[in-house]
């Protein structure tokens, strides 16, 4: 009897001991390895990181080498933690989620970035690293980095020198536009014409003064009712080539659109300068990608500067306080918006873009919840996730403030804040390029799409 008990015990405890080796080696396998920066961090750095941390670069520090980044460990885990760093601001959960552009990381990079800190951020075993990629040209256009080859033609504003304190300076000097016949752009970048200058350049405008080409003039949106022009929309109608602001990359327009360009024509810049604490010397330069010769695409882009405020030219922001504003933009036709950009001033804090439809629906396009003011960035929406509007849609921009010493770059919290082109004022708009078409044309790529969100779907059923 006794001896029965033991076997029956010993087999009992057998089978649990397997049952906890088994679970033993399930954690063990389940347990990430320690990350390295060889091995796992220089891949990331390299494909998110290293166009602008790397020597000679607009990046404070270079992150190319073990030896530069580590130092700066704890600061990476906060940005990247925070979404901060790649800046990419774009809220991930509302809102068009696919874009051309994405410099993003994905949740299990920035996991993995985590790990590594939290680890003591350890070198690895330097054979583990990726080959070095090489390292850019000084002040390198956005556009060639991204792999769309070298412009087809750059025009460059007169520089400007700012003394080491100054008043902010409105330069809005002319450029030639060299060109023998018309051309069409497919691309187009704007870019501080030196690296030092980009401490001084809060954004450059560059607008179109036109030579007999009245279609590339808007007037497809409107800020007020039927008759004399508001103040917005004549800022509207005035065609802009591009706008850059700090942050900012390039505009890439859709396939078989684009902006003309025709001889005779001159880009009149409109550059907003402040002082940095060093005399400073510089200015804009405009880097075009054309399409091929005889390539005419079948569509015009337009470049609007939807606002964020309901009346121009008023914004009330009390010292030490949140505030908010809202504005409306009716699009008088049907409408593709291609891009979004938020653009603030010190005191941003969020913005937000909604569409409401004829029908009283609404749509949520893009929110950013967490501006940053020294990247403005540029989301460039997929092709088939660009919303698509009917006419009569009305387009509100929400604008929400920072006055207070919870914001990073809020000079002085106890300063009342109204608007104004100064640093120091504050404004709000999303600049978003659009094209517009037909009831026909509307209606076919509404068709195109829902075939192709249907194709998807039964791909997908399929699948399961």
């Known amino acids: 009897m006794v001896g029965r008990e033991l076997v029956r015990g010993l087999q009992v405890g057998l089978v649990a001991m397997g049952a906890l080796a088994g679970t033993a080696s399930v954690s063990a396998a389940q347990t990430p390895t320690t990350a390295t920066f060889s091995k796992d961090i220089a891949p990331i750095f390299q494909a998110r990181c290293q166009a602008c941390h790397q020597p000679n670069s607009i990046a404070p520090m270079s992150l190319i080498t073990y030896k530069e980044a580590r130092p700066w460990a704890r600061s990476i885990k906060d940005r990247v933690m925070r979404r901060q760093m790649p800046p990419w601001h774009i809220d991930r959960s509302v809102g068009v989620q696919h874009f051309k552009n994405d410099m993003s990381l994905s949740d299990a990079q920035i996991e993995t970035i985590v790990r590594w800190v939290d680890a003591g951020a350890p070198e690895g075993d330097p054979r583990d690293l990726p080959p070095p990629k090489k390292l850019l040209a000084e002040n390198l256009w ?203 001033h010190l005191r941003g804090k969020a913005m937000r873009v909604e569409a409401i439809k004829p029908d009283g629906s609404r749509q949520v396009i893009s929110y950013v919840g967490d501006f940053n003011f020294n990247w403005m960035t540029n989301y460039i929406y997929e092709d088939d996730a660009a919303p698509l509007l009917p006419k009569g849609t009305v387009i509100q921009v929400s604008a929400w403030y920072d006055n207070t010493k919870n914001n990073p770059f809020n000079p002085d919290p106890d300063q009342w804040v109204g608007y104004g082109d100064r640093t120091v004022d504050e404004m709000a708009h999303a600049w978003m390029n659009v094209v517009y078409f037909t009831d026909d044309e509307y209606n076919a790529l509404l068709a195109e799409r829902k075939a192709k969100s249907s194709t998807t779907t039964v791909e997908r059923n399929n699948q399961q």
Do not use: C
């Open 142 to 344: 956005q556009g060639v980095m991204d792999g769309f080859g070298e412009p087809d033609l750059v025009i460059k504003s007169p520089d400007y020198t700012m003394p080491a304190k100054h008043q902010d300076v409105w330069f809005r000097p002319m450029s030639d536009i060299p060109i023998s016949e018309p051309r069409w752009v497919k691309m187009v970048e704007i870019r501080p014409s030196n690296l030092a200058s980009r401490k001084i350049l809060h954004h450059s405008i560059a607008y179109l003064v036109l030579n007999n080409d009245p279609d590339a003039v808007n007037t497809g949106t409107a800020n007020g009712p039927t008759g004399p022009l508001t103040r917005e929309d004549l800022v509207n109608r005035r065609p802009q080539l591009m706008e850059w602001a700090i942050g900012k990359g390039y505009d890439l327009f859709r396939a078989d659109t684009g902006k003309l360009i025709v001889p005779g024509e001159k880009i009149s810049w409109d550059q907003h300068l402040h002082a940095a604490g060093e005399e400073i010397s510089g200015g804009s330069e405009i880097a075009l990608w054309f399409y091929p010769k005889g390539q005419e695409p079948k569509k015009r882009s337009y470049l609007i500067g939807f606002t964020g405020l309901r009346t121009r030219g008023f914004v009330d922001i009390p010292p030490n306080s949140l505030a908010h504003t809202e504005g409306f933009t009716v699009l008088k036709e049907n409408t593709l918006i291609t891009n979004f950009q938020p653009h603030f």
